[in-house]
C-alpha cells in the first residue's frame, strides 16, 4: 500500500485548503489525517473509517470536514476558517488488514 499526499501550502488566516491522499493496493478500514507542529507530537486531526464514521480533534471540529471515496481509495480533508495554530506538516494514514501505513507529510502554513 502506497499513499500519495497532496494539497499543502501557504495560506491566509480564515483561508481554507484541501487536502487529498490517494492509497494504492487494498482498499483500507481507516484513512485519517495526522499533524505534527514543530516542536510537538503528533495527533490525529481526523479520521474516517470505510463506513463513514469521523472523529476529529477537538481543535478542528466544526472548520475541518473528512471525506472517503471508496472506489478512488481516497481520503479528503476540506480545512475552513485555518489559523496560524493549524500550520504543521500534515501526514496521511492508513490502516490495512491491520497494518499501518504513512505518507509523506504535506506542509501547511497559516500565516499572514
Known amino acids: 500500500v502506497q499513499l500519495q499526499a497532496s494539497g499543502g501550502g501557504l495560506v491566509q488566516p480564515g483561508g481554507s485548503l484541501r487536502l487529498s491522499c490517494a492509497a494504492t493496493?487494498?482498499?483500507?478500514?481507516?484513512m485519517g489525517w495526522y499533524r505534527q507542529a514543530p516542536g510537538k507530537l503528533r495527533e490525529l486531526a481526523a479520521g474516517?473509517?470505510?463506513?463513514?464514521?469521523?472523529s476529529y480533534a477537538d481543535s478542528v471540529k466544526g472548520r475541518f470536514i473528512i471525506s472517503r471515496d471508496n472506489p478512488k481509495n481516497t481520503v479528503y480533508l476540506q480545512m475552513n476558517s485555518l489559523k496560524p495554530e493549524d500550520t504543521a506538516v500534515y501526514y496521511c494514514?492508513?490502516?490495512?488488514?491491520?497494518?499501518?501505513?504513512w505518507g509523506r507529510g504535506t506542509q501547511v502554513t497559516v500565516s499572514s
Open positions: 494514514r492508513a490502516v490495512v488488514l491491520g497494518r499501518e501505513y
Open positions: 493496493g487494498r482498499a483500507s478500514n481507516f
Open positions: 474516517i473509517t470505510s463506513g463513514g464514521t469521523t
